[in-house]
């Protein structure tokens, strides 16, 4: 603690109590920023509780506050879509997870021949942005390959395509190559066969790391709105985010709806990152760094 | 291809150092099988899913790049002049343009606002933490969202949110996203707004690993916060930077939803992007082999980018 103490930081701020200027120079800039960033978001929360939000009138806290809006939006099929997307979140996310889960063993605890391509293979669709691929992507979709099947309007049509992502397999990756082999040939050496390491020693060590693989993923599939749009082909296919534009340009359905709505697509992400905030912050710097 | 072979005597190494625990030949043929095909179990459901969703895409792109995409009748081979037509189009060129401007804009402000924010927030106290956390929301929320909320904050009355907040300094009102004057610039610091908590963190991480002792050498020396700050902490964080500066200039250039969602290219396509105009082309129009020729300009343009930097960074480690 004493370490920490005696830190100094880039502009030089200090904690002891004689520099109190600076303290609340400090202070009154940091409920500045605060405000600056989450005031936006906070409008959502009063707006959507609010029985009548005008868009002039927009506040911090609901003047008149009710449940109207979600009564209202429950109308319009807003649980319809919510419901789209934790089924899409939540399917894509576990597929997203036991894909890189088995991805990452071999490439991290195997030798083989062609693993090197492999390798290359994954980091090319990470640099691979995914807007390049939409339009051949969507008839892709609408005609898979040797099946011949077309996905488009199912959700399996937005789940897939999200079920393997460089980025986690290669976060996945670089973890398990940190489990010390000698646990490894222990098991061997008792007869352990592969399926075995795989699901008693190597899985349950990685345990931190589907931590940040699940919020990570969580939030790219929270934040599709390309795909979504282009596998549906009405209205009722719509994620909660897609929903919101066709909510909104709808004549009869007013802002409190929208707010509702977006109210309704924002938490599940706030929820997310506020319970595993550490990993993700922590995970933003190691996954940038090596990238 | 060198690649290639270099990869297989690595491995083909690798595999006679493992496998030479001295069993008998037979059993030992029977286990390297077995060795050279459990990986490919394990890896066979990612591949199939990057083979299907991205790598058909992407020879599907480069394809339809190439053709007059014809339903019914056929596709017919045109060679470049899908590149040629949409290269020429003037409402592309003014979308490139704009693209440009915006993925700029974007990254610089960010990075500006980050930098800030990261001096401003950098320290071990808890109450810091707590900061940073909300600080950090934007990032988090869909952009989707955060382009929602932000049409109804750029109200353009004098009554609207920001408006009223331009009027305390005296500023405003402005018309934000309904004038072709202001709507890019409106559309820019929406996405400086997400972006910038996000370069805090990195810059942050950034600022951690300076050696302490620096500072100290630096204020014996007598220098001041600024002489500090420009000689000591902007040449630490470098590479950080390099690394934001990449990563931020390829979302830029790929940005598609916070444009779709706060004007949908408009008023009068004052911000139409890249993306958004590809979009447009594809699904709206109908154009898909000069919408793929764009798609596929686009992706050499990231990719040059990327390389570029990554060669850059190389060289200098």
């Known amino acids: 603690m004493s370490v920490a103490q005696k830190c100094e930081t880039a502009l030089g701020w200090r904690s002891d109590r004689s520099a109190w200027v600076s303290r609340g120079v400090r202070l009154l800039l940091c409920v500045g920023a605060v405000l600056f960033f989450t005031g936006p978001l906070l409008t959502i929360f009063s707006g959507a509780f609010d029985d009548n939000p005008d868009p002039t009138q927009l506040s911090l806290v609901p003047d008149n506050p009710s449940l109207d809006n979600f009564r209202a939006a429950g109308e319009n099929r807003i649980w319809h879509y919510l419901g789209n997307s934790l089924i899409i979140a939540g399917g894509a996310l576990l597929l997203q997870l036991s894909v890189s889960v088995f991805a990452a063993y071999a490439l991290a605890r195997k030798k083989f021949r062609g693993q090197a391509i492999v390798l290359l293979a994954v980091l090319t669709t990470m640099m691979l942005p995914e807007e390049v691929i939409a339009i051949p992507l969507s008839l892709v979709i609408g005609d898979l390959p040797v099946l011949h099947v077309s996905l488009k309007g199912t959700l399996l049509g937005v789940i897939l395509p999200l079920g393997a992502w460089g980025f986690s397999i290669f976060v996945m990756t670089e973890f398990m190559k940190e489990i010390p082999v000698e646990i490894e040939e222990a098991a061997t050496v008792d007869g352990a066969g592969e399926l075995r390491i795989f699901a008693q020693i190597v899985l349950p060590l990685c345990k931190p790391a589907l931590g940040v693989v699940a919020v990570f993923g969580f939030t790219m599939i929270w934040e599709q709105y390309l795909l979504p749009l282009i596998v549906a082909t009405d209205p009722s296919d719509y994620t909660l985010t897609v929903a919101l534009l066709s909510l909104r340009s709808d004549d009869q359905v007013g802002p409190g709806i929208v707010l509702a709505g977006a109210l309704l697509a924002l938490v599940p992400s706030l929820l997310v990152y506020l319970s595993l905030q550490k990993s993700f912050l922590r995970g933003i710097t190691t996954g940038a760094i090596k990238g | ?317």
């Open chain 2, 1 to 317: 291809m060198t690649a290639v072979r270099t990869a297989g005597e690595d491995v083909g190494a690798a595999a006679n150092g493992g496998g030479a625990v001295g069993s008998h030949p037979v059993g030992r043929r029977r286990k390297r099988r077995l060795t050279s095909v459990t990986p490919w179990l394990f890896l066979a459901p990612a591949l199939l899913l990057f083979v299907v969703f991205k790598y058909v895409p992407m020879a599907e792109g480069v394809r339809l790049s190439l053709f007059q995409v014809r339903p019914f009748l056929g596709d017919l081979f045109v060679g470049l002049d899908n590149y040629v037509r949409i290269l020429g189009d003037d409402r592309f060129q003014a979308a490139i343009g704009r693209t440009f401007l915006l993925a700029a804009g974007q990254t610089l402000g960010s990075m500006l606002i980050g930098f800030a924010l990261a001096l401003l927030l950098e320290g071990h106290a808890r109450s810091l933490w707590f900061v940073r956390s909300a600080v950090f929301l934007p990032v988090v929320a869909a952009t989707a969202v955060i382009g929602e909320i932000w049409r109804l904050l750029y109200y353009p009355a004098p009554e609207g949110f920001v408006n009223t907040v331009l009027s305390f300094v005296g500023l405003g009102p402005v018309a934000f996203l309904d004038s072709p004057d202001s709507a890019l610039w409106s559309v820019m610091a929406v996405g400086i707004w997400k972006g910038a908590p996000y370069d805090m963190v990195l810059i942050l991480a950034g600022l951690a690993g300076i050696d302490r002792q620096q500072y100290e050498a630096a204020e014996i020396d007598g220098a001041s916060t600024w002489h500090r700050i420009r000689y000591v902490t902007l040449p630490a964080l470098r590479p950080v930077v390099t690394i934001l500066l990449t990563l931020a200039a390829i979302r830029g250039l790929r940005t598609f939803t916070e444009v779709y969602v706060l004007t949908g290219g408009g008023p009068a396509g004052s911000t139409d992007v890249w993306m958004t105009r590809v979009f447009s082309v594809a699904f709206e129009r109908n154009e898909l082999g000069i919408a793929s020729a764009g798609s596929v300009l686009l992706f050499l343009i990231t990719f040059a980018l990327t390389v570029t930097v990554q060669l850059y960074r190389r060289r200098k480690a």
